[in-house]
């Protein structure tokens, strides 16, 4: 039986993590040379662990299945990334930073890692600006800051509206120094496909060489995953497209716990859908609102160009009904917003699923010089993609499937419940609660990898200090390799008729219309009937070209979306057990008269962790209670 | 649209390619060319073919994974844009396009469409980074840095290491990859402890890696889709030139 103890230490919010620190087991340097880690996925998490563990000197081995870590999913953050250094004198501070956080996550996260991540902020932000990452200056040469959704102060930290790409190429280049000096090996274009645990402890991980199709093995004292999010499961998402949840999903069914699978965040403004064969939607960044104003026309199904709309004649309807935050509500208040408004017919564009962000007010306020300045690339791109200027008239955007705050459950000390594998970044639970604040990914995967994980896993090792490398001939590597093959081999012999993306988009549209913005108990329970009929299809109809032993880009889809079948199933639980609305979870039997979510602290505030009881079975539910001592639970108002 | 197709084909580093020909008919103005990718591929997987392999990921032309040599180009036709965000509006109905992988020595192809760029890495493990460990960072207002001579070094930080500036070049030379590396360091003052060592280290491995000369034909600016100055290309000499002259290599 699985026993939750999130052991988060005693004692005042403010010195938990300091008192820990101290408290935390020590591996002295001639044997952290010993002892062997793996690292999988090179992202802000990922990078920044595999680079700090190798220079404390303990020999990492690190996995991504792009060609380079270069390419992780965190490039593509545009925004920014938050620290409460309160450089503009606004009253910022790392309480504030945590309140904000957990208040935007409608009390759903856990008090003392959110206040952690926010503790550490500064240091992220003093390391990045050492690596060389050229966040935004003022005329003094100091570094510049500008405010994000749901907060009122300016904390975020930028690079135009490329923060993720910078804080990567730092993290990147961190792990090159250490590849080079050979403390990290790194292997690129693996795909993890199960975790191996010996006597219940996790020792390593089975991969799939996507150049040769190999099945190999790879042993070490400890195991910590940052793979990311499963966004991606409602096929049209922001997400880069190899995004997956296949390695987290691997050690869910070896044991470790889920933990609130259908949180996932609605990003507000992505570019809307534009036609039947995409397979992925772009988000322009939260950062916009902080100058663009979103509004739809008065009338029902007005069809006029934007331009050609008068003041009169639009509603800005986020200014409308929240006066005090206006356009920078937070996402989950803004989607929400967004789709009533289309779905009461109000919407825009040929499909009117769409609404408008336009700059015409601060072009004309700022100059056009400005606001390039700010949002270059961003406007750069939406041209690219729609053929339209946005300088000229208003931006359409649409809320997406973006991040997930679902994930791996983990204690204070990131470790799931399997011992000696870790979650780290988007792949953990642990920070977010219902819905994510703009520009705190960053802040907590860079965090988690560089100045939380490197701490906590050491109190763990000291007890491997005598334990030899791991055996990978050992049964266990051996009965994991041949499960992955037999699946493998069982996807291949199908053999059918039609195409494995076809099946995602079918799937992804089941959960979107089903489990996605809005759910309620009758929708569930009829998107898990309509997952079970497709998923039974998938099984006889799929159809993989070529052999598993090579390049095969369909296979590595398919061993993909054989799991999103199951990862959709448990967000269905999750979101049926939850009669509540919170965040990203909004059912629609639970909202206030004027439409807002209605939480039930009294009978949901805990994390849904989730055990594995095999395939399309009951999965068994465990609750960790979540306790607030240091912010009160009130409801969560913008207006 | 009505769209022809001649796409290089090549089942593994090992074997011979060749182009083949497809015809696409239905094709939106509104898909990306992955997307028109994808549809081919469709087709090809319900026809009991083999797709067309090609690398892609984020598909918003940040990750730097996409990459094809479109009519004689890489990324296509239009400048300042990466594959993965290349429209097939800018293509005319009944047109016919060429499409082939990164060709340089330095980027030996993997599969269809696909080449390996770890070379790339190489070179940035040779130094393209700033020694510093975690946890020994000063307050990051410590240092403060003038606000154009940090705008350039964000310029020079943009690329996305896709590749295309080798593809552009008729020597298959990296010189604009690492020269925006080395330029973004030697900009700001964390990176300036160690410039000439980095120049020399990364320059070195460059040549050692098979990449060609520069001959100043400015084909990498031209289709870099970050669109990178080649003035970069001039501070690396210069800061190659002067690490030579003045400072001694090494730890």
């Given at each position: 039986m699985i026993k939750l103890d999130s052991k988060i230490p005693e004692g005042p919010i403010a010195e938990k993590w300091s008192k820990h620190k101290n408290s935390l087991r020590l591996v002295n340097p001639a044997n952290k040379k010993k002892l062997e880690i793996i690292v999988v996925g090179t992202g802000l998490a990922g990078a920044s662990a595999a680079s700090s563990l190798g220079e404390l000197g303990y020999n990492v081995k690190v996995f991504c299945f792009q060609d380079t870590p270069r390419r992780a999913h965190s490039v593509a953050a545009q925004g920014g990334i938050n620290a409460a250094k309160n450089y503009k004198n606004d009253g910022d501070s790392v309480h504030r930073l945590f309140y904000d956080m957990v208040k935007g996550g409608d009390y759903r996260a856990r008090e003392a890692n959110v206040y952690r991540a926010a503790e550490v902020s500064n240091q992220v932000i003093d390391h990045y600006t050492a690596l060389g990452v050229p966040f935004a200056r003022d005329y003094g040469g100091a570094l510049d800051n500008r405010s994000f959704g749901g907060v009122q102060v300016s904390r975020t930290?930028?690079?135009?509206?490329?923060?993720?790409?910078?804080?990567?190429?730092?993290?990147?280049?961190?792990?090159?120094?250490?590849?080079?000096?050979?403390?990290?090996?790194?292997?690129?274009?693996?795909?993890?496909?199960?975790?191996?645990?010996?006597?219940?402890?996790?020792?390593?991980?089975?991969?799939?060489?996507?150049?040769?199709?190999?099945?190999?093995?790879?042993?070490?004292?400890?195991?910590?995953?940052?793979?990311?999010?499963?966004?991606?499961?409602?096929?049209?998402?922001?997400?880069?497209?190899?995004?997956?949840?296949?390695?987290?999903?691997?050690?869910?069914?070896?044991?470790?716990?889920?933990?609130?699978?259908?949180?996932?965040?609605?990003?507000?403004?992505?570019?809307?859908?534009?036609?039947?064969?995409?397979?992925?939607?772009?988000?322009?960044?939260?950062?916009?609102?902080?100058?663009?104003?979103?509004?739809?026309?008065?009338?029902?199904?007005?069809?006029?160009?934007?331009?050609?709309?008068?003041?009169?004649?639009?509603?800005?309807?986020?200014?409308?009904?929240?006066?005090?935050?206006?356009?920078?509500?937070?996402?989950?208040?803004?989607?929400?917003?967004?789709?009533?408004?289309?779905?009461?017919?109000?919407?825009?564009?040929?499909?009117?699923?769409?609404?408008?962000?336009?700059?015409?007010?601060?072009?004309?306020?700022?100059?056009?010089?400005?606001?390039?300045?700010?949002?270059?690339?961003?406007?750069?791109?939406?041209?690219?993609?729609?053929?339209?200027?946005?300088?000229?008239?208003?931006?359409?955007?649409?809320?997406?499937?973006?991040?997930?705050?679902?994930?791996?459950?983990?204690?204070?000390?990131?470790?799931?419940?399997?011992?000696?594998?870790?979650?780290?970044?988007?792949?953990?639970?642990?920070?977010?609660?219902?819905?994510?604040?703009?520009?705190?990914?960053?802040?907590?995967?860079?965090?988690?990898?560089?100045?939380?994980?490197?701490?906590?896993?050491?109190?763990?090792?000291?007890?491997?200090?005598?334990?030899?490398?791991?055996?990978?001939?050992?049964?266990?590597?051996?009965?994991?390799?041949?499960?992955?093959?037999?699946?493998?081999?069982?996807?291949?012999?199908?053999?059918?008729?039609?195409?494995?993306?076809?099946?995602?988009?079918?799937?992804?549209?089941?959960?979107?219309?089903?489990?996605g913005m809005f759910r309620n108990a009758e929708g569930l329970k009829k998107g898990r009937e309509l997952l079970d009929q497709l998923e039974e299809e998938f099984w006889k109809e799929i159809k993989i070209p070529g052999t598993p032993d090579e390049l095969n880009q369909e296979l590595e889809k398919a061993i993909k979306v054989a799991d999103f079948f199951e990862v959709g199933r448990l967000m269905i639980e999750d979101a049926l057990a939850r009669n509540e609305s919170c965040g990203a979870h909004f059912r629609e039997e639970y909202q206030t008269e004027q439409g807002e979510a209605k939480r039930d602290d009294a009978n949901y505030a805990y994390v849904a962790a989730w055990e594995y009881h095999g395939h399309a079975k009951k999965p068994a539910l465990h609750k960790e209670p979540l306790k607030f001592e240091f912010v009160e639970l009130k409801e969560r108002s913008y207006k | 649209m009505d769209i022809k197709l001649k796409i290089w084909r090549q089942k593994n580093a090992t074997t011979k390619g060749r182009f083949e020909d497809y015809e696409l008919s239905d094709v939106s103005p509104?898909?990306?060319?992955?997307?028109?990718?994808?549809?081919?591929?469709?087709?090809?997987?319900?026809?009991?073919?083999?797709?067309?392999?090609?690398?892609?990921?984020?598909?918003?032309?940040?990750?730097?994974?996409?990459?094809?040599?479109?009519?004689?180009?890489?990324?296509?036709?239009?400048?300042?844009?990466?594959?993965?965000?290349?429209?097939?509006?800018?293509?005319?109905?009944?047109?016919?396009?060429?499409?082939?992988?990164?060709?340089?020595?330095?980027?030996?192809?993997?599969?269809?469409?696909?080449?390996?760029?770890?070379?790339?890495?190489?070179?940035?493990?040779?130094?393209?980074?700033?020694?510093?460990?975690?946890?020994?960072?000063?307050?990051?207002?410590?240092?403060?840095?003038?606000?154009?001579?940090?705008?350039?070094?964000?310029?020079?930080?943009?690329?996305?290491?896709?590749?295309?500036?080798?593809?552009?070049?008729?020597?298959?030379?990296?010189m604009l990859f690492v020269a925006a590396k080395v330029s973004q360091f030697a900009l700001l003052p964390q990176g300036k402890v160690e410039a000439a060592d980095r120049v020399q280290r990364m320059v070195e491995k460059m040549d050692e890696l098979g990449f060609g000369f520069c001959s100043n034909t400015y084909a990498c600016e031209f289709d870099c889709p970050k669109g990178i100055s080649v003035e970069f290309i001039a501070q690396m000499n210069r800061e190659f030139l002067s690490a030579k002259l003045c400072s001694h290599k090494g730890h």
């Open positions: 930290f930028y690079a135009k509206g490329q923060t993720g790409q910078q804080c990567l190429l730092g993290t990147y280049s961190s792990l090159s120094r250490q590849i080079a000096k050979g403390r990290v090996k790194m292997y690129s274009r693996r795909d993890m496909l199960d975790v191996v645990v010996i006597d219940g402890k996790a020792r390593g991980i089975i991969t799939r060489n996507l150049i040769t199709g190999e099945i190999e093995r790879h042993g070490a004292h400890a195991v910590v995953l940052a793979t990311g999010g499963y966004g991606t499961v409602f096929y049209l998402s922001t997400l880069a497209l190899g995004s997956n949840a296949t390695a987290a999903w691997s050690a869910h069914k070896k044991g470790a716990l889920f933990a609130n699978p259908s949180f996932i965040q609605i990003h507000p403004t992505s570019i809307p859908v534009l036609n039947d064969y995409q397979c992925k939607l772009t988000l322009m960044s939260e950062s916009l609102r902080n100058d663009g104003r979103v509004w739809v026309p008065k009338e029902k199904g007005d069809k006029r160009h934007p331009n050609s709309i008068t003041e009169e004649e639009r509603d800005y309807y986020l200014e409308r009904r929240y006066p005090a935050f206006g356009n920078l509500v937070p996402r989950d208040v803004a989607s929400r917003a967004a789709k009533e408004r289309c779905d009461a017919g109000y919407g825009v564009g040929d499909t009117g699923l769409s609404v408008y962000l336009d700059f015409k007010d601060s072009i004309a306020k700022q100059g056009q010089k400005a606001i390039q300045d700010k949002y270059g690339n961003l406007f750069e791109m939406y041209e690219k993609i729609t053929g339209i200027n946005p300088y000229n008239e208003p931006m359409r955007i649409y809320p997406a499937g973006h991040y997930t705050m679902g994930g791996l459950w983990v204690d204070y000390n990131l470790m799931t419940t399997i011992p000696g594998l870790y979650a780290i970044g988007e792949s953990n639970f642990s920070d977010h609660g219902a819905n994510r604040l703009g520009a705190s990914s960053l802040m907590q995967c860079s965090g988690d990898g560089y100045f939380i994980l490197p701490y906590t896993i050491s109190d763990y090792l000291a007890d491997d200090i005598r334990t030899p490398k791991t055996d990978t001939n050992h049964l266990e590597f051996e009965r994991a390799e041949k499960e992955v093959k037999d699946r493998i081999d069982r996807l291949m012999a199908v053999n059918g008729t039609q195409t494995t993306s076809s099946f995602h988009k079918r799937l992804g549209k089941i959960l979107w219309d089903h489990c | 509104e898909m990306s060319f992955l997307e028109m990718l994808d549809y081919l591929n469709k087709q090809l997987i319900e026809e009991g073919k083999e797709p067309v392999t090609f690398e892609h990921d984020c598909r918003e032309g940040i990750c730097g994974t996409c990459g094809l040599y479109i009519n004689g180009r890489p990324h296509g036709p239009q400048q300042h844009t990466t594959t993965c965000e290349l429209h097939m509006r800018a293509f005319k109905d009944g047109d016919t396009i060429v499409v082939e992988p990164w060709r340089s020595k330095a980027f030996p192809i993997i599969k269809d469409l696909a080449v390996d760029r770890s070379a790339f890495d190489k070179i940035m493990q040779a130094g393209g980074f700033v020694n510093i460990a975690t946890g020994s960072a000063p307050e990051a207002n410590s240092i403060p840095i003038n606000k154009k001579i940090s705008d350039r070094a964000f310029d020079a930080s943009v690329c996305i290491g896709c590749g295309a500036c080798v593809a552009a070049c008729k020597n298959s030379s990296a």
